[in-house]
């Protein structure tokens, strides 16, 4: 993933202070820099072979620690949100979350915003949000022809930006989804480079692209939220509970509040799961012998029904263990960051303020003593009774975990489940390029260019959603 930050340089807080080991190499002044650019994960496992659960890696400005292994990776996700702050790692989604919004809100309104989040996506939601991504995977590839060559990325994007779309902003704004919608969001998006990270407010044409485009997208938001409140209607969906909810002393949220919560929830859940959805294709299709274990689980649930439900979405394990060998194999967020804001201590050393600290979901999940044979797709490390995942809740850490842990993980998993369940049963899918690698230039990392795989549709019969 390509981040680099750029902050006041650390000191060590005592002059005794027992730092962790330093990562050799790096170049004046860049240090680690080009090297986490290009290729963060062999810089990382190099860090943790040479120097174990924490070592220093140099950044341009300042030092970051890695941390792996299960031990130091539950040390950052427990730290304390009064030593750690995300707000750093975060600052390039400011100009597109808005002022005030999520990471950049005081601490305690941060935490009373994502309390929101935790109401609309409780339990009680998810059937309403399954029902919408049943019928968006039957209208989505109804329209595909009977066989022919699709790129997975792209399509990942497209089906789960309308997934997204109807679930958090609403049918409405769904139905009306244009042209218009998908080149905001594309103009956003193209203003998160590392430039944003150290001045997300210069006057650049991409910048100013992404702000008018943040602006316009608010417009669409209000004028969904006005309608609604001169009609009298109700969604189901969280742009209704964004309108719904109140802060402790009784606030109403302001537009531009909901639409920058909405933002940040669409920012949050879209491109993670379309690269998901992505990564799945391309193991499923290099992995035929799997898919027809997937075959014989739908056709036992299902028999001769079409109609999908909730209780079946939840009644899938080996394609639920699928998912999490995928997300195992190609986690979208490679590494998670925080900036020290107070030192703190682990392992025998020191921690200093100033510094960042990482934590790699993807050098995790390639710890052989945890994932045996880790280069090995094998979904049956998920089931019982390997269960790799319940054995070791800090080294499968896709979701991360701790406090900060997804909110999105249910609404993730049906999703995915609701569009491969549909796939599996009317598609064959085969790899066509040689060979798939994940695209490290990306900040939610999927496969590379091109990453087209042949379908054939297998039968014309249409899957209805009767959720
Ligand atoms: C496969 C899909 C997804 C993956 C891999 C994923 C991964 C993650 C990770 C790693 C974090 C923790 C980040 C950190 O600690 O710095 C996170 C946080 C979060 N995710 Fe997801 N996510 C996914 C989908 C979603 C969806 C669909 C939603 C919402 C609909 C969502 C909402 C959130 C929220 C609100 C947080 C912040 C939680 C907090 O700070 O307390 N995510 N996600």
Known sequence: ????????????????????PRLEGGLPLLGHALEFRNDPITLMTRARRLHGDLCTVAMPGTDAIVMTGAKAQEKFFRVSDDDVSQAEAYRLMTPIFGKGIAYDAPPPIMKEQLGFFHEALREAQMRTYAQGFIDEAVDYFSSWDDFGLVDMYEVGNELT????????LGY???????????KLYADMEAGLSALAFMAPNLPTPAFRKRDKARARMVQLISKIVEDRRSRGTVGEDMLQSLMDASYKDGRKLSENEISG??????F????????????TGILLAQHPEWVAELRAEQRALLGDRDELTLEDLRAMPKLDATIKEVLRMYPPIIVMMRKVVNDFSFGGYDIPHGSMIFASPTVSHYMPEV?????RFDPTRFMDPRNEDKKNPMAWIPFGAGRHRCMGIMFAQLQLRALWSHLLRNFDFEPVEESYAPDY?????????????????RSRKRVTAAA
């Open 172 to 182: 409405e704004f769904r139905q009306q989804l244009s042209g218009e919608f998908a």
């Open 261 to 266: 919560l909405l933002l940040t929830i669409m």
């Open 1 to 20: 993933m390509r981040r680099t930050i750029f902050s006041a340089p650390s000191k060590p807080s005592t002059p005794s202070a027992k730092l962790p």
């Open 268 to 279: 949050a859940g879209h491109h993670t799961s379309g690269v998901t959805f992505s990564w």
């Open 441 to 457: 230039s990306r900040l939610l990392v999927g496969p590379r260019h091109p990453c087209r795989l042949r379908y054939r549709r």
């Open 161 to 168: 930006i309308y997934t997204s779309s109807r679930s958090l």
């Open 371 to 375: 994932f045996p044979e880790p280069e």
